[in-house]
């Protein structure tokens, strides 16, 4: 079974730029979560998609991130303009449905280094 | 307080050594929760869900106390491939919305 792809797996960029983050979650994954892990802390959730439709968007920074999932199956993750504490490491993860005690599974992430 | 408090890092012990790992939870709401590993500069990987009645899966053990909304995990005969960071994951309310603890960082040496 193929993991959550995720790309790209590094950026560099100045800040105010913009950057965008693609993931594709596992086949037939109906929920798809976006996290933010900052150097020495636990991944923070960032937005949660079912489907194609937002179930939880409260700790997203909506001033400079925004985020889709237009056709329920692969999402983009954007931040305009960058600062630097936007720094760290952006996780996909995708589970079969979002009921509590589903695994979610992770893909490797794009390391973002803002200068 | 944070929603989800680990013992501070690293622990550092020898191979073969026991080594237990302690967590609490301040959201009396929660509904699952997990132990997550991960290695450096790699994704959060599931290593066990912790259930009320206490559950093993080889030389893990994993602890929930939901009146004291604390969870541990014990390694015992610790491995140099133990090494990695354990995160405490807790799941609240129906929506699988996980809050993750900041990571305990283990490290075995020979």
């Known amino acids: 079974e193929a993991g959550v792809a995720q790309s790209p797996r590094y950026k560099i960029i100045e800040k105010r730029q913009s950057v965008a983050f693609w993931c594709n979650p596992i086949s037939g994954h109906a929920t798809l979560y976006w996290y933010q892990q900052i150097l020495g802390q636990g991944p923070k959730l960032l937005i949660q998609f079912q489907n194609n439709g937002v179930v939880d968007d409260s700790q997203l920074p909506k001033d400079r991130f925004s985020a889709e999932r237009l056709k329920g199956v692969d999402s983009t993750l954007k931040i305009q303009p960058a600062k630097l504490e936007d720094s760290a490491v952006y996780l996909c993860?995708?589970?079969?449905?979002?009921?509590?005690?589903?695994?979610?599974?992770f893909g490797d992430g794009t390391r973002l280094s803002i200068l | 307080r944070k929603e989800v408090e680990q013992d501070p890092g690293p622990f550092n012990v020898p191979e073969g050594a026991t080594v237990a790992f302690n967590c609490t939870y301040s959201?009396?709401?929660?509904?699952?929760f997990f132990w997550y590993r991960q290695d450096c500069r790699k994704e959060p990987k599931l290593l066990m869900s912790v259930y009320s009645s206490g559950n093993e899966d080889g030389r893990f053990t994993a602890q929930l106390n939901r009146a004291s909304q604390y969870i541990s995990l014990l390694i015992r005969d610790s491995k140099l491939s133990d090494s990695a960071t354990y995160l405490c994951?807790?799941?609240?309310?129906?929506?699988?919305?996980?809050?993750f603890g900041q990571g305990t960082e283990l490290s075995v040496k020979p």
């Open positions: 959201n009396s709401a929660s509904q699952s």
């Open positions: 993860a995708s589970s079969l449905n979002s009921p509590a005690g589903q695994p979610q599974h």
């Open positions: 994951v807790v799941n609240i309310g129906q929506g699988g919305k996980l809050i």
